[in-house]
């Protein structure tokens, strides 16, 4: 049984700006900087970009065509390209686990978000201005430490986030997106400017592309191609599920091309902001995932305009999280739609589910890490080799050909090895190193 869906962006821009959207969160704007800072500078930025154009775009391309190709939610497009293709039903287990992998992500990314929706409302009330080092520091710990806090910007982000998906492909993501993330853009160009003219600029140039290649040992490659993987948004079915909506007549590879390269290139910039800030206020740049709520609010404490700025940059952060969480329920409401479910009550239902296990990683910091541990090396990396090799291996290549959509048939045939093998193989190593085995 089908359950095509009938919805399409309007616009392949607002597919891009959506995809984009999925892409482009916390991973860029938090996490990037600082395993930066954490893994040597610049030659960590090489290996990075490495690693999006072997793994990280040839995965990306084959979840798009996936969608398209089932023209339904994750689950149910599996289901359909399997059986058109003589292959096991089991092969909906990975549309499933994406549907699932999104929810267990939403639960500890809203909390996450709301601390950044906290920190947005302190920098517009001036919280953390001119205060000591050992103040701001404590403050962060004051906010992890309060349920009450946490609950409140994190139930207000998760209804944000229902708000959009309840709306529809159409006039809920499609302009979510068209305004968030044009926003996101003009905000960071903003901080950007402001962080060239109070920052150290060529420090913080230096740092991100002066290659050192003495600090690129093992692990930083693993890091490099781990977050390469998880960056773009994939082997969750988000990516799946936005491909579904997407018309037939536009290429797929141009179009991942594009959305891949403003991704990388919103993480540059967001570096480029941030580290300037670091390097001007003497702050350690691989401070870890202190450097975005104790590091910076300690440079905007003491810089001119940091009120201003401070604000501009969490407010930020925050779109950058709410155009991320979007993607992430999709998949389940989609799913459920498909099976006759109303939109809004799928909504409601698959971002309560989110809201009750985002209350629970605020009860237990064990529950929150337990489950960053089993999305980030199992759900994702697993999700992300299935499909690699279920397009790669088990739909037939004219079959895939034709739905991938290359004018240029060398392209087409490199970026086929490429999923067939190269992936899959970084996925791979990936996978065994998170889990212990390399």
């Known amino acids: 049984m ?127 201005q001119g205060q000591s080092a050992e103040t701001i520091e404590s403050n962060f710990g004051a906010l992890t430490d309060s349920f009450n806090r946490q609950w409140f910007w994190q139930s207000l982000f998760v209804v944000f986030t229902g708000g959009v998906i309840a709306a ?30 109070v920052g150290e600029v060529d420090a913080s140039l230096s740092f991100m592309f002066t290659p050192d290649f003495s600090k690129l040992s093992t692990e930083a490659v693993l890091v490099a191609l781990g977050h390469a993987f998880f960056t773009l948004s994939l082997g969750m079915g988000a990516i799946m599920a936005y491909g579904a909506y997407m018309p037939g ?26 580290f300037p800030l670091v390097f001007a206020n003497s702050l350690e740049p691989s401070s870890g995932p202190g450097l975005m709520f104790v590091s910076l609010p300690i440079a905007f404490g003491q810089m001119p305009g940091g009120i201003i700025f401070g604000s501009v940059f969490f407010i930020l952060v925050s779109i950058a999280a709410l155009s991320s969480s979007i993607s992430l329920i999709e998949p389940g409401v989609a799913w459920l739609e498909g099976h006759g479910v109303h939109r809004k009550v799928g909504t409601m239902l698959a971002a309560g589910i989110g809201w009750l296990g985002g209350i629970a990683c605020i009860y237990s910091g064990d529950f929150f890490n337990a489950l960053d541990h089993i999305t980030a090396n199992y759900i994702l990396p697993l ?16 079959r895939v050909k034709a739905e991938v959509g290359f004018e240029n048939d060398r392209n087409f045939a490199l970026w086929h090895f490429a999923l067939r093998y190269i992936a899959p193989l970084g996925i791979l190593v990936v996978f065994l190193h998170s889990i212990g085995v390399i």
């Open 2 to 128: 089908t359950h095509n869906i009938t919805a399409n962006w309007t616009k392949r821009w607002t597919f891009i700006l959506a995809a984009t959207g999925s892409a482009v969160g916390l991973g860029n704007i938090w996490k990037f900087p600082y395993i930066t800072g954490e893994y040597g500078g610049g030659a960590f930025v090489i290996v990075y970009l490495a690693c999006i154009l072997a793994v990280g775009i040839p995965v990306m391309i084959a979840e798009i065509m996936a969608g398209r190709a089932g023209r339904a939610n994750p689950v149910d497009a599996m289901l359909d390209l399997s059986a058109q293709a003589g292959a096991s039903k089991a092969w909906g287990i990975v549309g499933l686990g994406g549907v699932v992998g999104g929810l267990m992500i939403l639960m500890f990314y809203s909390v996450v978000a709301g601390w950044a929706l906290d920190y947005s409302w302190q920098s517009l009330s001036g919280v953390y």
């Open 168 to 197: 529809g492909v159409t006039r809920g993501i499609g302009r979510a997106v068209e305004i968030l993330m044009p926003l996101l853009m003009l905000f960071l160009l903003g901080l950007l400017i402001y962080s060239w003219s």
């Open 249 to 274: 007549e536009h290429s797929i590879g141009k179009t991942v091309m594009l959305i891949g390269a403003l991704d990388t290139g919103i993480a540059l910039v967001a570096g480029m902001a941030i």
């Open 383 to 398: 999700g992300g080799l299935m499909i690699a090799i279920f397009v790669g291996f088990v739909l037939s290549r004219d």
